[in-house]
């Protein structure tokens, strides 16, 4: 059995061009056209928390008298709510915090930054957290979010509104990330659930200590590779005989979306095994030989079962062993959607990250995984590299669990197989 070396590798997946590291400043041009251009960051976060709004207000805009280099932030109407909110709370913002925006030039008249603006302003952001390694991060609003998660998440966030209120414990950076409402919302709106709200993120937040991790995980390395398909179903078939003791976390990858076309096949499968909190190993292995057998064998025995989806894992596990999985006790989707209703949080890529603070493991892959129909033939049969799909397949039982057990402890439910 060998280790997982490499990330996605050997695939030939045409990446996108990497995010431009420098400020593009020429393209915005706000800062032809404020009166203080490029305000850096300010605070002395002596609590290591970084305190990020959307962007200068007319109030922050304005020239120091005799030319000091005193730095403005917050001192809007939004601003005055939030230090308000933190004193009440024992936190001086200017000495306990650094602050700094998602543009750090006043757009017009204070009107909100465009998507654009902030991208344009996205190195600034990347080189404020990378030098100043806050333990903390509190966006505020769309613009700041957007902004923050640019440096660790790496893909469309869409609305604020899934995001407000989870604290993350990003692994890339070691920071906890606590986005919560744009203060000046709450002055707007007068809502006085967003105010409740923003109140309970923020004191939350601040109430953490220290970075998440110590050290940083890299769980890519607890998945071991096994493509001899005889040692795979010894060790399942070592899972399957421990009856009730512990629990697995199991996936396929499938060359289409329903086992329903007459092309329809199991290109591989994961399986993560533990007794307690965390699995104590995760084997991804191709669908192939003896290694089949094992799995029906596994699926049929009386262990506990996780899965993420469980009607696609199901239904997947009918047409390959004409019965279905024995025991499933938790379902990471239907978990979140009881625990959280919002929409856009089901996904195991979704609550790893908020819950485990594992960036996204699938960008590479999942361009070969779409399909326009659900019983059209994707690409992981024909162009993935198989210690690839592996990686990727171990890397989702694995997450499974350990969202399951973080689920479990939020609900007050306590593990089955304990």
């Known amino acids: 059995m060998a280790k997982a070396r490499g990330f996605f590798a050997g695939s030939q997946i045409r990446r996108a061009a990497p995010p431009s590291l420098l400020p593009q400043c020429g393209a915005c041009g706000l800062y032809k056209i404020c009166r203080t251009p490029k305000i850096p960051v300010g605070g002395e976060g002596e609590r290591r928390v970084l305190f990020v709004g959307s962007h200068p207000t007319p109030d922050d805009d304005v020239p120091q008298q005799g030319g000091g280099d005193v730095v403005r932030h917050f001192t809007g109407p939004g601003g005055r709510l939030l230090r308000t909110r933190m004193k009440g709370m024992g936190f001086n913002l200017d000495r306990d915090a650094w602050m700094t925006n998602a543009l750090i030039c006043a757009p017009p008249k204070g009107r909100d ?3 654009a603006e902030v991208q344009h302003c996205a190195p600034n952001m990347r080189e404020a957290v990378e030098t100043l390694s806050p333990d ?21 966030p869409g609305k604020v509104e899934k995001w407000v209120g989870w604290r993350i414990p990003a692994q890339n950076i070691n920071a906890w990330i606590c986005p919560t409402w744009d203060p000046a919302t709450i002055v707007q709106d007068g809502d006085p659930v967003i105010d409740r709200q923003f109140d309970d993120h923020v004191r939350t937040a601040i109430s953490l200590e ?10 890519r390395n607890d998945v071991t590779l096994v493509t001899d398909p005889d040692k795979a179903a010894a060790w399942l078939r070592k899972c399957a005989e421990n009856g009730r003791q512990g629990a697995v976390a199991f996936d396929y990858e499938c060359n289409m979306l329903k086992p329903d076309g007459p092309d329809a096949k199991i290109v591989s499968c994961s399986v993560a095994y533990g007794r307690g909190r ?3 190993r995760c084997i991804a292995y191709p669908w192939h030989g003896e290694a089949i057998k094992a799995t029906g064998e596994l699926l049929r025995s009386p262990i506990p079962k996780i899965a993420a989806n469980m009607k696609f894992e199901d239904r997947w596990t009918r047409m390959a062993f004409g019965h279905r999985v024995r025991n499933l006790v938790w379902d990471t989707c239907i978990a979140a959607h009881v625990a959280d209703n919002r929409v856009g949080i089901t996904s195991v890529k979704f609550q790893a990250f908020v819950r485990c603070g594992v960036p996204p493991w ?4 999942e361009p070969f995984l779409k399909t326009k129909g659900d019983v059209r033939v ?3 049969l024909r162009e993935i590299d198989i210690k690839d799909l592996l990686t990727y397949n171990g890397l989702d039982s694995l997450l499974e669990y350990r969202v399951a057990v973080e689920q479990m402890d939020e609900m007050g439910v306590a593990l089955p197989w304990e």
Request: no cysteine.
């Open 136 to 156: 903390i991060i509190i966006p505020m609003g769309k613009a700041a979010v957007a902004s923050v998660l640019g440096v660790v998440w790496k893909e469309d």
């Open 362 to 365: 699938n960008q590479h892959i």
């Open 378 to 380: 994707n690409r992981i």
């Open 278 to 280: 965390v699995p104590t």
């Open 113 to 115: 930054p465009t998507s």
């Open 210 to 219: 220290g970075k998440p991790w110590d050290p940083v995980p890299d769980w």
